[in-house]
């Protein structure tokens, strides 16, 4: 089964980037499959981020389009977040996931879910 | 954006019995051409990732024991887990996928009383 993997600095300054990467394994990345961040503050619940197909078509959260940047590497079978402008409030849980396929017409719900990585934004 | 509403914010059950989540959307996750409600439910245990549990509002995902069952259409639905099992302790999401933004509710906290 596929498998996801979150890797990146777990510190990051205030206004700077947060960049973290997601690799795929055990399965392609170039699937009729969205790939999604999410992530999800210290004790409280999951907020959706975005998510990318491995065209580079991207859908973004509206709160957070305007700091965010999924990227998709083929060569590479990972694809990548960008979070600039931190703050404290971007401290979080950061998960990648999959959407499956179950027969939807336009999306499924999420099925395979990184452990996820711990980021804080902190001076 | 649809808001997710859960109902109770956390619940305490005897081992064996029986706990009832609820879930709220602001507007319908009932897709009409293909007669599919986009309602997600996830187990979240302390230290790991959501699990998907139930899909398409009542559609139990493999592997998922049947002492999970979920019900309801349109804007209200709800998770039932029967003869509750300690490993049941979790946090429980719903999530719509109808749209984007893709929200979740606020995450219901099960536990044994």
């Known amino acids: 089964q596929v498998q996801l993997q979150e890797s990146g600095p777990g510190l990051v300054r205030p206004s700077g980037t947060l960049s973290l990467t997601c690799a795929v394994s055990?399965?392609?990345?170039?699937?009729?499959?969205?790939w999604n961040w999410v992530r999800q503050p210290p004790g409280k619940g999951l907020e959706w981020i975005g998510e990318?197909?491995?065209?580079?078509?991207?859908n973004y959260n509206p709160s957070l389009k305007s700091r965010v940047t999924i990227s998709v590497d083929k060569s590479k079978n990972q694809f990548s977040l960008n979070l600039y402008s931190v703050t404290a409030a971007d401290t979080a849980v950061y998960y990648c996931?999959?959407?499956?396929?179950?027969?939807?017409?336009?999306?499924?719900?999420?099925?395979?879910w990184g452990q996820g990585t711990v980021v804080t934004v902190s001076s | 954006d649809i808001v997710m509403t859960q109902s109770p914010d956390s619940l305490a059950v005897s081992l064996g019995g029986r706990a009832t989540i609820n879930c709220k959307s602001s507007?319908?996750?009932?897709?009409?051409?293909?007669?599919?409600?986009?309602l997600a439910w996830y187990q979240q245990k302390p230290g790991q990732p959501p699990k998907l549990l139930i899909y398409?509002?009542?559609a139990r995902e493999s592997g998922v024991p049947d002492r999970f069952t979920a019900s309801g259409s349109g804007t209200d639905f709800t998770l039932t887990i029967s003869s509750l099992q300690a490993e049941d302790v979790a946090v429980y999401y719903c999530?719509?996928?109808?749209?984007?933004?893709?929200?979740f509710g606020q995450g219901t906290k099960l536990e044994i009383k």
């Open positions: 996931a999959r959407v499956g396929t179950f027969g939807g017409l336009s999306t499924d719900p999420f099925d395979i």
């Open positions: 055990r399965g392609s990345i170039n699937t009729n499959n969205w």
């Open positions: 990318i197909f491995h065209t580079g078509s991207t």
């Open positions: 507007q319908t996750v009932l897709y009409i051409s293909n007669n599919k409600n986009y």
């Open positions: 398409w509002a009542s």
């Open positions: 999530q719509q996928y109808y749209s984007t933004p893709y929200t």
